[in-house]
C-alpha cells in the first residue's frame, strides 16, 4: 500500500512471535529479556538483581493492554468519527428525509461510537484496584473477553462498511449537491476502513540489528517504487493547468477532483518518506557501530516508529480520498477529460498500492475454491480404476517421505532463565573475549552478560533470542545443555 506499510510488512512476523511470548510468558520474564537490552552504567549491579525497569516498548504494551488492544486502531476511531460528524452535521434537511447515505453513516457512527465506549469503560476499570488484584492469568483472559466482543461489533460492523461503499463508489450522483459531503465523508470511512483490516498496523518491538547488505536491499527497493511513483507523477502533471485540476476551496474536494493538487500531495509525501529511510538507514548503522548505541537506537526507534506510525495514518487517508476522486462517477468530471494521462498514471498507481493487497485474499479463496470444486468433479468423473491408484499413490508418497525432525529444537525459558549472568573482565577468559559475536557490538567494563556451557559470553537479550531458535553455540556449535 505505502513505503511505511512495507517497512512494517518486513516486522509481521517477529511481531506476531513476540505477542505468543508475551502471553506464554509472565511479566517478570519479559522485563528481563528487554532489559538485558540497554543497561545503562548505573543500571547494571541492578540488572542482575533485578528485572522490573522498563523501556517504553513495555510501557506502550501496557498501555495497549489497558486499553484492550485497541491502541493502534484509537487514532483511526477518531479521525473516522470526527469525519463521520463533519459529514453528518453539514448535510442539508432536504438530505436526511429520504437519502440512504445519511442512514449508513448513522449506522456505521453508531458501531464506532459503542466500540469507543467499550473501549473508555475498560480503560477505568482497568486501572482501578480491582484488575490489580487479578493473576496474570485472569488479566488475560479477561483480554481475551474484551476482545471477542469488541470483535462482534467489528464483524457487524463490515455490514454498513460494505453497504457506503457500493453506495459512494457504484451510485450514480444526484442532480443536486444536497448530499455530496455526506457521500465523500462515507466514502472516505469506508475506503479507509477496508485498508486497515487488510494491512494493519503493526505493534512496536525490540529493534533487532540487520547487516548493512540486509539494509541495503531493503532501501534499494523501497528507492525503486518511491522513485518510480515521483518520477511518473512529476511528468505527468508538468503541463496540466486547468482549473477544474487544481484546489481552490474546500467545495472542490466534494464537488470536483482536484487531481493535480492531490497528485502534488503525494509527490511530497513520498519524497519525504523515502528521505526518513536513508536517514533511518545511516542513524541505524552508526549506532550499532557506537559503544553505546544500543541504548541510543532504542530512544531514536521511538521516534522513528511513531513517525511510521502517523506517516502510515496519513497514506490512509491519502490513498481513500484518491479513491473517491478516481472511481467515484465525479471521476468523469472536466479534470478527467482536461488531464487525461495524470488520471490514468494516478489510477494505474492507485490499483498498485491500494486494490492489490485487497484483491489478494478474494483471489486466494477463489482459487482455493476452484481448486476443491475441481478436485471432487475429477473425484466424481473419473472411474474409479483411475482415482484410487493415484490416491494410494499420492498417500504412499506421504507416507515414505522422511519427516525433518530438527536436531537443536530452541532453548527453553527456563533453561534460558537458568544460564549464569557474570560482570564481563571480572572473570578469566580462555577466548580472551571483546565482543559479541551475535551483534558484533565490544562489550563494556563489568557488563554484566551471559555465560553459555562453552564459556562463550553473549549479551542477555542477543543470546534469548538466538537460543528462542536454536540451542547450539553461534560461536562453536555446541549444543546446549537442557539441565543447567
Known amino acids: 500500500m505505502s513505503t511505511s506499510s512495507i517497512d512494517n510488512g518486513v516486522h509481521n512476523i517477529t511481531n506476531s512471535n513476540c505477542e505468543e511470548r508475551a502471553i506464554r510468558n509472565n511479566d517478570d520474564r519479559i522485563n528481563s529479556l528487554e532489559n538485558g537490552l540497554s543497561p545503562t552504567t548505573n543500571q547494571r549491579s541492578t540488572l542482575i538483581n533485578d528485572n522490573n525497569e522498563r523501556t517504553w516498548i513495555n510501557?506502550?504494551?501496557e498501555f495497549d493492554r489497558i486499553l484492550s488492544g485497541s491502541l493502534l486502531h484509537l487514532f483511526y476511531r477518531l479521525v473516522d468519527i470526527i469525519i463521520l460528524i463533519i459529514g453528518l452535521s453539514s448535510t442539508k434537511n432536504l438530505c436526511y428525509r429520504t437519502n440512504r447515505l445519511v442512514l449508513t453513516s448513522i449506522c456505521l457512527l453508531i458501531f464506532y461510537l459503542i466500540d469507543l465506549i467499550i473501549i473508555i469503560y475498560f480503560f477505568f476499570y482497568n486501572k482501578s484496584s480491582n484488575y490489580r488484584r487479578l493473576s496474570e492469568e485472569e488479566k488475560i483472559e479477561q483480554l481475551?473477553?474484551?476482545s471477542a466482543l469488541r470483535g462482534i461489533f467489528i464483524f457487524f460492523k463490515l455490514i454498513p462498511v460494505a453497504i457506503g461503499t457500493a453506495y459512494t463508489l457504484t451510485s450514480k450522483l444526484s442532480e443536486t449537491n444536497n448530499c455530496e459531503l455526506i457521500r465523500f465523508s462515507l466514502g472516505i470511512v469506508c475506503v479507509s476502513t477496508l485498508l486497515i483490516m487488510v494491512i494493519p498496523p503493526t505493534k512496536p518491538e525490540l529493534p533487532t540489528r540487520r547487516s548493512l547488505i540486509v539494509e541495503g536491499?531493503?532501501?534499494?527497493?523501497?528507492?525503486?517504487?518511491?522513485l518510480t511513483y515521483i518520477s511518473t507523477i512529476g511528468s505527468s502533471m508538468k503541463n496540466v493547468q486547468h482549473s477544474s485540476c487544481i484546489y481552490y476551496n474546500s467545495t472542490d474536494i466534494y464537488?470536483?477532483?482536484?487531481?493535480?493538487?492531490?497528485?502534488?500531495?503525494?509527490f511530497i509525501l513520498f519524497s519525504c518518506t523515502t528521505l526518513l529511510h536513508i536517514i533511518h538507514l545511516l542513524i541505524s548503522q552508526l549506532c550499532y557501530r557506537l559503544t553505546n548505541g544500543r541504548q541510543l537506537y532504542i530512544y531514536y526507534y521511538g521516534l522513528q516508529y511513531f513517525l511510521t506510525y502517523f506517516g502510515a495514518l496519513i497514506v490512509v487517508y491519502y490513498f481513500s480520498v484518491g479513491a473517491l476522486f478516481l472511481f467515484q462517477p465525479r471521476s468523469g468530471q472536466p479534470c478527467r477529460e482536461n488531464a487525461p494521462n495524470l488520471y490514468k498514471t494516478l489510477l494505474i498507481w492507485q490499483w498498485i498500492?491500494?486494490?492489490?493487497?485487497?484483491?489478494?485474499?478474494?483471489?486466494?479463496?477463489?482459487?482455493?475454491c476452484l481448486g476443491v470444486f475441481f478436485g471432487i468433479i475429477l473425484s466424481y468423473c473419473l472411474p474409479a480404476s483411475i482415482t484410487v491408484p493415484i490416491l494410494e499413490l499420492l498417500r504412499g508418497w506421504l507416507a515414505a517421505s522422511p519427516v525433518p525432525i530438527n536436531p537443536n529444537p530452541p532453548a527453553t525459558q527456563e533453561n534460558i532463565d537458568a544460564l549464569p549472568v557474570v560482570l564481563f573482565g571480572q572473570q578469566p577468559d580462555q577466548f580472551n573475549q571483546t565482543e559479541c559475536a551475535i551483534c558484533q557490538t565490544n562489550f563494556e567494563a563489568n557488563e554484566p552478560v551471559k555465560k553459555l556451557d562453552c564459556e562463550h559470553l553473549f549479551h542477555a537479550e542477543c543470546v534469548t533470542n538466538w537460543l528462542l531458535i536454536t540451542r547450539i553455540c553461534p560461536v562453536c556449535r555446541r549444543r546446549m545443555s537442557s539441565a543447567n
Do not use: Q, T
Open 59 to 61: 510501557s506502550f504494551n
Open 144 to 146: 481475551r473477553r474484551v
Open 217 to 226: 536491499f531493503i532501501l534499494s527497493w523501497i528507492l525503486i517504487i518511491n
Open 255 to 266: 464537488l470536483g477532483a482536484p487531481l493535480k493538487s492531490y497528485a502534488y500531495i503525494g
Open 353 to 368: 498500492r491500494i486494490l492489490f493487497p485487497l484483491l489478494v485474499i478474494p483471489l486466494i479463496l477463489i482459487l482455493c
